[in-house]
């Protein structure tokens, strides 16, 4: 593996139409598509794809009104495939408005350019990291240079949480799905474009959602013996996840993830002028790449009944936030060292010497489902920062979204070529 020669590297840089790729970036922001309102985006993607000269573009229903996008771009022939894959839905926008009253920014899908980045829902988190596939795909037929792989475009709804009754991976799993039954391409090695600041991250932590209801029985608090207190008993379950949380903590760490831990997020419950009858305790486990979700949550609640507490009091578990499991979402990580990921680091440190750094994502999104569930190798690299995506402060910066571009083009013309994967 050699990585991209500074000549193609100045060539894809000529051949670049920054005001073309800084105006598919603002189309792409000015399309709302809160979790639920996905199908305006996902049509003009579709559109943007047949206009790169991408085969077989499909819009398919996961959800009656929510489609997946998806496309395929035939390189060279006979070698490997990528995906490029991404989410299409965003968060909510409530009080970006407020936020930025009265400036050039006020408008969540107006894609202000303001001190060199574009503003917006959506603009790092990440609809930079799907124009970034898109530009970088058109950048190569510009530039006049050969693609190698057949690109697997792949563009999905329903990644976000916080919208009632969807954000629960409906359209990968959907997508999963049909590549399982070949209905889609199966691919070789696939860029989940969530926001990396270029580095890639190989490595992602797993979660586990609980919610723990703990019932005893009110009574008035001039007769507390005739009650059983929640309350008193969800302090003795504190002290025991807590407990099992500095155990977690303990294990080694993983050298991208880190440590696992326990965090309860929420305590709710008491009763007025009464022995407290109910009470919810809400936690978030983070594994690591290795755990088993199933393990792990026999061993909180194993936890949880080590607890000294009344022998009346119920305890009652629901883990409302299942993706690619049923307790929540599995950890995972490809090797750093595979060639495909090697060859990714160098397209991009011969644009940003400063980027491409290998990394743990900390956050946790879909890639999963291609590397545990189908054993494709699977990373996350795009332009955006983390840090400020679901926040009224979101915005991504312009010559890093340009130079992902760059980068990307500089990959695809080399992936699959001189020692293949």
């Known amino acids: 593996m050699t990585p991209p020669d500074q000549d193609l590297v100045a060539r894809l840089r000529r051949a670049l139409d920054r005001d073309a790729a800084i105006a598919l970036l603002a189309r792409a922001v000015g399309t709302p598509s809160v979790t639920g309102e996905e199908r305006a985006f996902a049509s003009l993607l579709a559109r943007e ?3 790169i000269g991408a085969e077989a573009v499909r819009l398919d229903d996961f959800a ?5 996008v998806s496309g395929v771009l035939k390189g060279e022939g006979g070698g490997p495939t990528v995906m490029l ?3 299409t839905d965003t968060v909510h926008v409530r009080g970006w408005a407020e936020r930025w009253a009265g400036t050039e920014r006020e408008d969540p899908f107006g894609g202000a350019i303001v001190d060199g980045a574009m503003w917006g829902r959506g603009t790092g988190d990440l609809k930079a990291g799907i124009c970034t596939a898109i530009a970088a795909a058109a950048l190569l037929r510009a530039a006049g240079v050969a693609q190698a792989p057949d690109i697997a475009f792949a563009f999905i709804g329903d990644e976000e949480s916080g919208e009632p009754g969807s954000g629960v991976s ?3 799993k959907a997508m999963t799905a049909a590549i399982e039954a070949g209905k889609a391409v199966r691919p070789d090695f696939a860029i989940y474009v969530e926001p990396t600041q270029l580095d890639i991250y190989a490595a992602q932590m797993g979660f586990v959602i609980a919610d723990i209801t703990v019932t005893g029985r009110s009574a008035y608090f001039g007769v507390p013996e005739q009650g059983i207190d929640a309350l008193k008993a969800s302090h003795a379950i504190l002290a025991a996840l807590f407990a099992h949380s500095a155990a977690l903590e303990a294990r080694a760490p993983h050298p991208l993830v880190g440590s696992p831990f326990l965090l309860v997020t929420t305590l709710e419950g008491g009763g007025y002028i009464a022995v407290p009858g109910e009470c919810r305790i809400s936690l978030i486990m983070k594994l690591l790449p290795g755990d088993d979700l199933a393990e792990a949550v026999a061993a909180m609640e194993a936890a949880v009944r080590s607890a000294p507490v009344d022998p009346r009091i119920e305890i009652a578990y629901a883990y409302p936030a299942g993706r690619d499991h049923e307790f929540g ?14 060859r990714l680091v160098a397209a991009v440190k011969a644009v940003r010497p400063d980027r491409g750094a290998i990394k743990g994502a900390p956050y946790w999104s879909e890639a999963p489902f291609l590397s545990t569930r189908l054993g494709v190798p699977t990373v996350y690299c795009a332009p955006g920062d983390i840090r400020n995506c679901h926040t009224t402060e979101e915005h991504v910066e312009i010559e ?7 980068a990307f083009a500089a990959f695809l013309a080399g992936f699959g070529r001189a020692g293949g994967r």
């Open 85 to 87: 894959i991404g989410h």
């Open 329 to 342: 979402g599995t950890p995972t990580e490809t090797p750093p060292d595979l060639d495909a990921v090697a």
């Open 64 to 68: 009656p009104g929510r489609p997946n």
């Open 400 to 406: 890093e979204y340009l130079d992902g571009i760059v």
């Open 170 to 172: 409906a359209g990968m």
């Open 49 to 51: 794809l047949e206009a």
